[in-house]
Every structure is written in structure tokens, then in C-alpha cells.
């Protein structure tokens, strides 16, 4: 019995030891992976928003976006951004918001929770008021030709 418990401790110092010495090269990959998904999310969610007419892709939009509201409202902080942290020690969104505040452009607020939902406020109105149109147009039977 005292083997078996010796040999499980010596088994989790193995695999601790690996988890920690793990280099910062994977930290680094797999920060900029969440900062990837972060980015692919942002400009083609703002990509469909602004350039298509279907209606049930900009419902899905409509939805994702509420989630991502309902995730930073609960967390006080985007999901995404949070795992960039952890990984890279900084998120996308907190240099660009060094970067704005070294510019005198944004309030002094040092907390991304505003910015986070503010911004997600905006995408999800603009959606929101996208869709209306669009339904109100359908309903009047005007067709928008843009070539």
C-alpha cells in the first residue's frame, strides 16, 4: 500500500514537473490561439453585421453576440480576453486600450468591463436595428439591389 501511494505522489510530481517546466512557447501558442478565435469572432461577426441581408445569419449573430453579454456580465470580463491574459500575461483589448489612453482618447478607467460591454452594447443594437430594417423592408416589399 505505501508503494502504490509512493508511486502515485512520484506520478503527480512527474506530471507537475512537466506542466510546469512546459515553456513559454506553448503559453505563447496558446494565447495567440484564444486571441485568434477573439479576432475571427470580432471581424466576421462586425463582417456579417455590416454586409449581409440574411436574415438567420444576423439572428445567430443576434445570439452569439447576447451570449458574449451574458458571459461578461456574469465574469465582469470577456471569456476570451481572460484566457488571452492567462496564456500571454495581456490581452488584445487591454493594448488597445493602453494605446488609446497613452493618446488621451478613452476615459481613465483602468477596468475592461465597460469597454467590453459598451462595445458589445453597440454590436448588439446595431444587429438588432440591421434585422428590424430589413423585416420592415420584406414587409413593404422593397428589395435592396446593391451591386
Known amino acids: 500500500m505505501k508503494k502504490k501511494l509512493e508511486k502515485i505522489k512520484n506520478h503527480r510530481n512527474k506530471i507537475r514537473d512537466l506542466s510546469n517546466s512546459s515553456s513559454s512557447f506553448m503559453k505563447k501558442v496558446i494565447g495567440n490561439y484564444y486571441g485568434m ?13 455590416l454586409f449581409s441581408k440574411n436574415l438567420s445569419h444576423l439572428a445567430l449573430i443576434l445570439f452569439i453576440i447576447s451570449l458574449d453579454a451574458f458571459a461578461i456580465v456574469v465574469r465582469h470580463d470577456c471569456p476570451l480576453t481572460d484566457l488571452e ?3 500571454l500575461g495581456i490581452s488584445g483589448k487591454r493594448q488597445i486600450n493602453e494605446f488609446l489612453k497613452s493618446c488621451g482618447l478613452v476615459y481613465n478607467c483602468s477596468h475592461l468591463y465597460e469597454s467590453q460591454i459598451e462595445l458589445v452594447i453597440n454590436f448588439w443594437a446595431l444587429t438588432a436595428c440591421k434585422i428590424v430594417i430589413l423585416i420592415v423592408l ?10
Request: no cysteine.
Open 138 to 147: 420584406k414587409m413593404w416589399k422593397i428589395e435592396l439591389n446593391v451591386e
Open 85 to 87: 491574459e492567462k496564456y
Open 37 to 49: 478565435l477573439h479576432t475571427i469572432l470580432i471581424i466576421g461577426g462586425a463582417t456579417i453585421i
